[in-house]
Each structure stands twice: as C-alpha cells, then as structure tokens.
C-alpha cells in the first residue's frame, strides 16, 4: 500500500502526534528535529539513531526560533534549523533523508520530512505575496493571514503526476538532463493549469517522450518534501508513437524490457521505486 511509503503519516502515526501552530506556550523537555537543508542532524557515533532529546544542544546555532509541530512519543517535537553553511557541532552529523544512508530510518526521515515541510512553508509564508503585508496565524492551522489585506494564504503543496507506462513486457522509462548517463526513471510532472491529472498524465507523457498512453490507473501516492511536492502515482497503457525525449528536460527516452531495468536515481524511498518494484512485472 503506498500508505506505507516514507514520507506518508502512516509510517510515524504510532509515534508521532500533529499538532497544529500556536498552541500555549510549551516550556516542557522533548525531541528536536535539527534541520540542515535536507539533512537531519543525528548523534554521531550512535548504531540505534534516535532524535536528539533534552535542551538543544550545544553548539546548535538555530536560524529559527524553536516550532513544536507535534508530539513524538508522547512529548513535544520542535524543529529548528540551522543555516546550511554552518557547521553542526562534532558530536553530530547531517544524514540527507531522501538518500538510502542506514543511519536514518523510514520512521526517522518520515517525521524529518514533515519538520522540514514545516519549516520550508514557514519561512516562505512571512510575508502577503498580494500586497507585502506582514502575515499572522490563522487559528489552529498552517494557513496566514494578511494583517493588511486580509488575503489568507495556505501550504503550498504541488500536485505532481508520476506514471509506469507499459508496452507488452516492456517499460518506458527516461533520463532527465540532470541525472548520471545510464539512470533512468518513470516520467514525472507538475500539474498545470486547467488539467484533471489524468490529463496531466497524457500530456507529460507526450512531451517528454513522445508516447500516447490509455488505460491510466491511480496506484497510489506520497508526500515528497523536496520541498513540498504531492507524487501522483499511476499506470498507463501504449496507445501510439515513437519513444523520443524533448531533448530538453528528457535527453533520453526508451522502453526496457521489464527483466533488465537500468539504475533508477529515485532511491529506495521514492515512490518511483515502489511503483516499478510493484508493478514492474507484468504478471504482478
Ligand atoms: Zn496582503
């Protein structure tokens, strides 16, 4: 189920507890999610990783004040960030959470994925993109509002399609411009204006590679904090066409027969990965 999926609640809702902003001033010990870009700062040294508890730590230089976004295990969960060109003390180390490092579980990137969308919402919500205002919170949500205009401005989390396009036992996958020679992937892309997603789907599919598709199915889907994106996943059928990239995003386009798939660059955690280990065959 992609329910399952790192980044998705299901993954941390027996330890951790959502809280919304502003609740009363909350002075009591917890856990700390440390943020460097899209690393989580973890003990060094520690074979079991767990978030650091206590006060903050020393030597921890906070660009931020203090959140509390939940409860991790029945006590406060604040995240902080740090600057990304400062050093975390020596006790510590920043473990990128998309990558496949053994140091940082699911559980642990799923709640740092969380800290981090957070944190990236809050620092991009200071101001009314309308007319400059200084923003407020809005009661017992994420969402602000103006204290000039009164326009009220919401969590930017972007709808985007990722699509496992078959023909017979082949699968069509594409290397973007910007990853390694011989990596590739499913096709991908962002909604745009005026799509149901299924168009979404049939639209990226064509300009990237080329290809007409049917037959779309939803499979599944995962929060990807990168910084806030909403992965859509599908399967689709060959309709038509013949497989060429845009040469621009795409700078390759091909069908691999599904029992010799080349590398992919979306790491175990990526719903990518699930999608072509759960669907790649064509009998499963
Ligand atoms: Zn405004």
């Not at 401005?153 to 594409?174: T, W």
């Amino acid at each position: 189920m992609s329910n399952c999926l790192p980044f998705n609640s299901t993954l941390i809702r027996n330890m951790f507890t959502p809280l919304p902003p502003g609740q009363e001033p909350d002075h009591s010990p917890g856990f700390w999610a440390i943020l460097s870009g899209s690393s989580l700062l973890l003990s060094a040294g520690l074979t079991q990783t767990q978030l650091p508890e206590g006060s903050l730590p020393p030597g921890i230089v906070s660009e931020t004040e203090p959140l509390k976004i939940g409860l991790w295990q029945g006590k406060p969960l604040r995240a902080v960030r740090i600057a990304p060109d400062v050093l975390p003390p020596a006790e510590y180390e920043a473990v990128p959470f998309q990558g496949p490092d053994a140091r940082l579980d699911n559980v642990l990137a799923t709640v740092a994925g969380r800290a981090a969308q957070i944190m990236h919402w809050e620092k991009h919500s200071r101001f009314c993109s309308h007319c400059g205002g200084g923003l407020s919170r809005i009661t017992a949500s994420w969402g602000k509002r103006c204290l000039s205009c009164a326009d009220e401005h919401f969590p930017h989390i972007h709808p985007c399609i990722i699509v496992l396009v078959r023909r017979g036992a082949e699968l069509l996958l594409i290397r973007n411009a910007a990853w390694n020679v011989g990596r590739f992937s499913l096709v991908a892309g962002f909604l745009d204006f005026g799509e149901s997603l299924e168009e979404c789907v049939q639209r990226e599919v064509r300009e990237e590679a080329g290809i007409e598709v049917t037959n779309i199915r939803y499979v599944g889907s995962q929060c990807w904090p990168f910084p806030s994106q909403q992965m859509i996943g599908f399967l689709a059928d060959y309709a038509g066409g013949e497989a060429r990239p845009d040469g621009v995003e795409v700078v390759e386009a091909h069908w691999f027969s599904e029992d010799a798939l080349p590398l992919s660059p979306g790491g175990k955690r990526s719903i990518s990965r699930w999608i072509i280990d759960t669907f790649g065959k064509s009998g499963g």
